[in-house]
């Protein structure tokens, strides 16, 4: 993560967008503000957010849904801010894929610890990991790619499909769910665009003469990693 953490937040309420902004700002953070959950997803697609603050109470989408489409294309730490403290709402959150549940009123401090938690356990998580197939090894923390401890450099995009297809090893993922992953919902991302990345990300992973892909193709379906 360089630079200051970036926090996508949703809150339909002026006011206290503009508050929790403020109090992002004062801790460290680079708030990305929203009012719905179409620009939300929107500005996600755009300024790839480290973590998301999301109202419950939201036009349109509620918050659970916004937390449900996120998390079909990213591992970020989602709190999800509200004033209902009836547990079936609780467990909508959490099954949504929230990773804690603040309920209202809350102070700015317990907010912000609350955050920095679910950010060191983000990066707990993937501070060691490291994916190794066949020469490769791909240090998930550092983003950085070697064969044979040479590094290879790939574009943001290649990194990112080579992560997703990597920690999901044997598993077929299929073109849509590639594009929600590495592009998000609310990007006009398609097949051809894929193909030609996964092309280019091919030439710089697989050594010349290799007999196997590391990454094959299912025609017409998606691809998996049988590294």
């Not at 937040?9 to 403020?22: G, K």
């Not at 197939?133 to 064969?147: F, H, K, N, P, S």
């Not at 010349?208 to 590294?227: H, P």
């Amino acid at each position: 993560m360089s630079g200051a953490p970036r926090v996508l937040v949703c809150d339909d309420e002026p006011q206290i967008l503009h508050a929790l902004s403020i109090v992002l700002s004062g801790a460290g953070f680079e708030a990305v503000p929203s009012a719905t959950a179409r620009e939300a997803l929107d500005r996600a697609a755009v300024r790839t957010p480290d973590a998301a603050l999301i109202d419950l109470v939201l036009p349109e989408e509620d918050g659970v849904e916004l937390c449900r489409r996120l998390r079909e294309w990213s591992d970020m730490p989602i709190l999800v801010l509200s004033a209902a403290h009836e547990e079936q709402e609780k467990i909508r959150a959490f099954k949504a894929g929230a990773d804690d549940y603040v309920t209202k009123p809350f102070s700015s401090g317990e907010l912000i610890a609350r955050l920095e938690a679910a950010l060191r356990r983000a990066g707990s998580s993937a501070g060691g990991s490291t994916i190794t197939a066949d020469g490769l090894e791909i240090e998930l923390a550092a983003r950085t790619v070697r064969r044979d401890g040479r590094e290879i450099r790939l574009t943001p995009i290649e990194y990112d499909l080579l992560r997703v297809l990597a920690q999901n090893r044997g598993k077929l993922m299929t073109h849509q769910t590639l594009l929600l992953k590495v592009w998000g919902s609310a990007y006009e991302a398609n097949a051809e665009t894929l193909r030609f990345h996964i092309a280019n990300l091919r030439k710089k992973i697989e050594p010349r003469g290799a007999g196997q892909s590391l990454i094959r193709t299912d025609v017409g379906v998606g691809y998996r990693f049988v590294g």
